[in-house]
C-alpha cells in the first residue's frame, strides 16, 4: 500500500518557469512533511518542511502548500534554474515516531 | 570528516558471495537506518536502529543482516542475493524520534 502518493514522475520545466510536485496521504498519523532533493551520485538532502498546523511555508525560490482537508501538499519551485534539475522526494512522518515515508519521486529538468 | 559516509560507494558481487556495507556518521546522532533505492520506486525502509537497538525490520529477507555496533557505525552484511537486489542502499542518520534526517551517498549494489 502505497501510503504518500507523488506525481509526476518526471517534469520537463523551462529556466524561470515554475515547477509543481503534488503529494497525497491517507494517514492522518502524519504530521510532519519534508520534501527532500537528490543529485545524481548523492544521498536525499533535505530541502523544505512543514507541519499539517501551517498553509503554506516558504523559503528562498521554495514553497510548500499544504492542504490538510484534502491530505495533499505540493512543492512549487519558483524561477526554476537548471541547477535545480535533480531528483525530488515528498515524505512524511508519523507522529513522534521519527519514521520516514517517501513518495515515488518526481526527476525534474530544467532546461535553458 | 563529518555527515554521514558510505563504503563502498560502488559493488559488485556474484549471488554466492558475501560482502558488507558499512556506513559511519559523526554528527552525534542515535538512530540509524537502512533504506533500499530502486529504479522508479519509493525509498523503501529496511532497518531501523535507535540507541544501538533494531526497534524495525521491514519484512527483509534473511539474506540481508544488519549490524549496529555502537550509534556511530551501521553495517549491512550481505549473503547470497538474487540479481533484483541490485539498488542504491542508503544509510540515514537522526535524532531517536527526531525529525532531520541526513542521508550517506549510498553504496550501488549490483548483483551478478
Known amino acids: 500500500q502505497q501510503q504518500v502518493k507523488q506525481s509526476p514522475q518526471s517534469l520537463i520545466v523551462q529556466k524561470g518557469g515554475i515547477s509543481i510536485i503534488n503529494c497525497a496521504y491517507e494517514?492522518?498519523?502524519?504530521?510532519?512533511f519534508p520534501w527532500y532533493q537528490q543529485f545524481p551520485g548523492k544521498g536525499p538532502a533535505l530541502l523544505i518542511a512543514?507541519?499539517?498546523?501551517?498553509s503554506e511555508k516558504k523559503e528562498g525560490r521554495f514553497t510548500i502548500s499544504f492542504n490538510k482537508s484534502a491530505k495533499q501538499f505540493s512543492l512549487h519551485i519558483m524561477d526554476s534554474q537548471p541547477g535545480d534539475s535533480a531528483t525530488y522526494f515528498c515524505?512524511?512522518?508519523?507522529?513522534?515516531?521519527?519514521?520516514?515515508?517517501f513518495g515515488q519521486g518526481t526527476e525534474l529538468s530544467v532546461k535553458p | 570528516e563529518t555527515g554521514v559516509t558510505q563504503t563502498p560507494r560502488h559493488l559488485v558481487m556474484g549471488m554466492t558471495n558475501k560482502k558488507s556495507l558499512k556506513c559511519e556518521q559523526h554528527?552525534?546522532?542515535?538512530?540509524m537506518y537502512w533504506y533500499k533505492q530502486s529504479a522508479k520506486k519509493p525509498l523503501e525502509l529496511m532497518f531501523v536502529?535507535?540507541?544501538?537497538?533494531?526497534?524495525e525490520n521491514n519484512s527483509v529477507p534473511s539474506r540481508f543482516s544488519p549490524e549496529c555496533p555502537n550509534s556511530s557505525h551501521l553495517f549491512l552484511h550481505l549473503h547470497t542475493l538474487q540479481p533484483e537486489d541490485s539498488a542504491l542502499y542508503l544509510c540515514?542518520?537522526?535524532?531517536?524520534?527526531?525529525?532531520?534526517?541526513?542521508f550517506g551517498s549510498g553504496t550501488r549494489l549490483t548483483v551478478v
Open positions: 536502529y535507535s540507541l544501538e537497538e533494531r526497534v
Open positions: 512543514i507541519r499539517p498546523d501551517v
Open positions: 515524505a512524511a512522518v508519523y507522529n513522534q515516531g521519527g519514521k520516514l515515508i
Open positions: 540515514a542518520s537522526s535524532l531517536a524520534g527526531g525529525l532531520g534526517y541526513t
Open positions: 494517514n492522518t498519523a502524519f504530521d510532519y
Open positions: 554528527l552525534g546522532h542515535n538512530a
